[in-house]
């Protein structure tokens, strides 16, 4: 059964792209703002940038621009696309909705890792 399930990630050049996938279960879904969340070695789980159900975006000032958050309700999948990144943009990736009353379990996430 799907709960949380993050792709996408990979090793990528300064300056290149990724677009991060996540499949949700529809009680996690559907209805609640979803976000997406990074963790880096050493560093506490932040979270990076959030969608409504509507569509309204946020974006935390270290990703704002560069990053794009989106959402398919059909198919309960949120998307990152990430753009000129940066070494400080390497962690793991993931999804989740972001009112912990809404929150499923975190999936394994997706390990980006921006290195030259």
């Known amino acids: 059964q799907v709960q949380l399930v993050e792709s996408g990630g990979g090793l990528v050049q300064p300056g290149g792209s990724l677009r991060l996938s996540c499949a949700a279960s529809?009680?996690?879904?559907?209805?609640?703002?979803m976000g997406w969340y990074r963790q880096a070695p050493g560093k506490q789980r932040e979270l990076v940038a959030q969608i409504t159900s509507g569509g309204t975006t946020n974006y935390a000032d270290s990703v704002k621009v560069r990053f794009t958050i989106s959402r398919d309700n059909a198919k309960n999948t949120v998307y990152l696309q990430m753009n000129s990144l940066k070494p400080e943009d390497t962690a793991v990736y993931y999804c989740n909705a972001v009112s912990i009353w809404a929150r499923g379990s975190w999936g394994q996430g997706t390990q980006v890792t921006v290195s030259s």
């Open positions: 529809g009680s996690i879904f559907s209805n609640n703002v």
